[in-house]
């Protein structure tokens, strides 16, 4: 930990942050230079049996493995597709504004963008290829096409997964602590159908009483699950206009509980999502739950390694939470736009997706995929054969609708994380910190 009396903030969340005034200013000076979607050189007259490469860029892990995109090779021979994976999304993130900001070279000709950036890139969405397609209407839920349609109906991404949230859970832990640890009986102790976060924090503490040792992961991300639930957390859902984070009485209690779980009661394993001690904390027991969006049981999975034990509860605190889920944009710069809108299609399709869903767990945001047998009765082996198809399928159901996310969401929400993470990570004094969120947080406002 530092040493400072004002730490440093994440240098990942900073970065990110940081670059997003001048990525508003350079992003709109050249919005209006790109050339019209599909017109760019090289798609005017493309012969179909053109020899070409396709870029496709993501980042952690959509469930795209070398046998799912050899299929497309063997459907289109003319097409090679070179699939280029970022570890983590702030990487990509930091890769794509960069290059857009730039004119768009360098760029794939398939970019990945998660949902809470894509409020920041729907101001410019000359920079996109407009991927409407009538033929594709009905599927997708259909919050997850609002999501990425702008005002006048160009829509900029096809939906990949969405992440309904449960509660992923060390059974083994519970069971040495002589507390519920059966799936069932893991997701009534928490609250059932009427769980809310009192009453996770609640069994926490038991947890924590028993042990001696943290109940969840992260304060930070345990407070995005939280955080989600609200509808325009940061911006006036009618106007788009940012809210005075001073007065912002919603995130403030949110905050004050997640510290006061994490500091007072000291159900935080106080780790950083996705740094290194974190990563390290799945196989020296650090913790015994986490929200558990369904793309994340790769991670843990991909983390825990042979280590046994881990399962999926049935339930999440507050009703039904949803926790990330990307989409697959077209930049218009790119060289072969009609031919990577096809492919942008194909990976998008109810079947490939359900494959996905197989390999990495991420959970289709396609009606078919959803309804699917093959979702239905999957089972996750790493997480003692849990039903996950059948437990996100329940989560999923729980969803009501896409909360509020606009221009400046990101930028204001990173300065919240950095607050919780100067107390979770650096013992910082709680109201210190989010006095240092609020001003910073006026800084970042477009």
């Known amino acids: 930990m530092l040493s400072s009396t004002r730490p440093r903030r994440s240098r990942r969340v900073a970065a990110a942050t940081a670059g997003i005034a001048s990525l508003a200013l350079v992003l709109g000076a050249c919005s209006g230079d ?4 599909g017109t760019a050189d090289g798609d005017d ?29 063997e459907e289109h021979p003319n097409v090679t597709v070179k699939h280029v994976t970022a570890a983590e999304s702030g990487d990509a993130r930091t890769n794509l504004t960069t290059k857009l900001a730039a004119g768009g070279e360098g760029l794939a000709d398939i ?12 101001q410019y969405p000359d920079l996109f290829t407009d991927l409407t397609n009538a033929e594709l209407d009905g599927r997708w839920v259909d919050w997850k096409v609002q999501q990425a349609t702008t005002p006048d109906g160009k829509l900029i991404g096809y939906g990949t997964d969405i992440g309904p949230e449960a509660i992923c859970y060390r059974s083994d ?19 059932g159908e009427n769980a809310t976060w009192d009453t996770y924090f609640e069994a926490g503490q038991e947890y924590v009483d028993e ?12 407070f995005q699950g939280m955080v989600n639930q609200l509808d325009g957390a940061y911006e006036d859902p009618a106007t788009g206009e940012p809210k005075d984070l001073a007065s912002n009485t919603e995130v403030k209690d949110l905050y004050d509980q997640v510290i006061a779980a994490s500091a007072d009661e000291n159900l935080s394993a106080g780790l950083e999502q996705w740094g290194d001690d974190w990563t390290a904390g799945f196989q020296n027991d650090a913790f015994a739950t986490m929200l558990c969006p369904a793309w994340m049981t790769g991670p843990i999975e991909q983390n825990a390694g042979n280590v046994e034990g881990w399962d999926i509860a ?9 926790w990330g889920g990307s989409f697959l944009t077209v930049p218009a710069s790119g060289a072969h736009t009609e031919a990577a809108t096809e492919l942008a299609a194909w990976l998008t399709s109810p079947d490939v997706q359900t494959q996905a869903f197989e390999e990495a767990g991420t959970f289709p945001s396609q009606i078919e995929a959803q309804e699917s047998d093959a979702v239905q009765t999957f089972t996750n082996e790493f997480m003692n054969e849990a039903p996950a198809g059948a437990i996100f399928s329940t989560r999923a159901q729980a969803i009501d609708g896409a909360p509020f996310k606009g221009k400046n969401y990101f930028a204001i929400h990173a300065e919240v994380q950095n607050a919780i993470n100067r107390v979770d990570l650096n013992d910082e004094e709680p109201e210190a ?5 609020v001003t910073d947080a006026q800084n970042v406002i477009q």
């Open 34 to 37: 790109t050339d019209e979607p």
């Open 45 to 73: 007259g493309e012969s179909s049996d053109e020899e070409i490469t396709l870029t496709v860029a993501t980042f952690n892990n959509f469930g795209y493995s070398d046998e799912l995109l050899a299929q497309y090779t």
């Open 111 to 122: 970019e990945a963008i998660e949902v809470d950036w894509l409020p920041e890139l729907m």
């Open 173 to 191: 832990l519970l069971e040495a602590a002589g507390l519920p640890s059966e799936r069932e009986e893991v997701a009534e102790w928490i609250g």
């Open 211 to 222: 042990t001696g040792n943290a109940w969840f992961d992260s304060a930070q991300a345990t």
């Open 314 to 322: 049935d339930v999440f605190p507050g009703g039904g939470g949803n």
């Open 433 to 437: 910190s989010w006095e240092t969120a």
